[in-house]
Structures are given as C-alpha cells and as structure tokens.
C-alpha cells in the first residue's frame, strides 16, 4: 500500500500555469503505474494523463500538448506541469497509482490521494 499526498493546486488565471506534485510514501515507488484524474462538481472522475513505470505516457486529448506527466523515481514523486490554463480545467486533481496497471480507466488503480483544487479563471 502507498500513501499518496498531492500538492501545488491554487487559484490562477486562463492562460497561466501550474505544477502539481505527488508524493509518494510507503510503498516502492518505482513499481507503481501512476495517473493523474480529475474530477468537477457534479461531474465523473475524469482521467487525465497516465505514466507507467517504463516512463510510457498516456493523456487525455482535452490535455494533450498542453500538460505533461512525469516522474521522479528517486525522490518518489509524480508531477502534472499544466500549460495554457483553461476555465474548464478547474477541478480537485488526484494522483493514483497501482502495481499492476496504467492506463485512464480511474476503477483500476488502487491506491488515491486526497486531491488538490485547481480553479482557473476567466
């Protein structure tokens, strides 16, 4: 089991950008598949970018060329930089990871963080 605790959520405006981290703790970091979702008020989880543990990535279209996924295995840590800012990004971001997959199905990771806001305005 890994402890997952994300960071680097805030307010900002369209257009700017934000980095956010996960930590990881608990558990070996390096064997973990790692993904990025989020989800809006009254909205599903949505998956937004996926890392696996051979560095292999995956985002969903409504990100790709603007957010990057990546990973530092030795400091156990996981990051979504956020270019080009949206309104329609806004949403609690949650970092994931499993053992056995990677991928943007949100049922298949087992292990969550608590989430960190991202509001972006207009």
């Known amino acids: 089991q890994v402890l997952l605790v994300e960071s680097g959520g805030g307010l900002v405006q369209a257009g700017n950008s934000l980095r956010l981290s996960c930590a990881a703790s608990?558990?070996?970091?390096?064997?973990?598949?790692m993904g990025w979702f989020r989800q809006a008020p009254g909205k599903e989880r949505e998956f937004v970018a996926a890392?696996?543990?051979?560095?292999?990535?995956l985002y969903a279209d409504s990100v790709k060329g603007r957010f990057t996924i990546s990973r530092t295995n030795a400091y156990n840590m996981l990051y979504l930089q956020m270019n080009s800012l949206k309104p329609e990004d806004t949403a609690v971001y949650y970092c994931?990871?499993?053992?056995?997959?990677?991928?943007?199905?949100?049922?298949?990771?087992?292990?969550w963080g608590q989430g960190t806001q991202v509001t972006v305005s207009s």
């Open positions: 890392i696996s543990r051979e560095y292999n990535t």
């Open positions: 994931a990871a499993d053992l056995t997959y990677w991928g943007r199905l949100h049922y298949m990771y087992h292990n």
């Open positions: 608990g558990g070996t970091f390096s064997t973990y598949g």
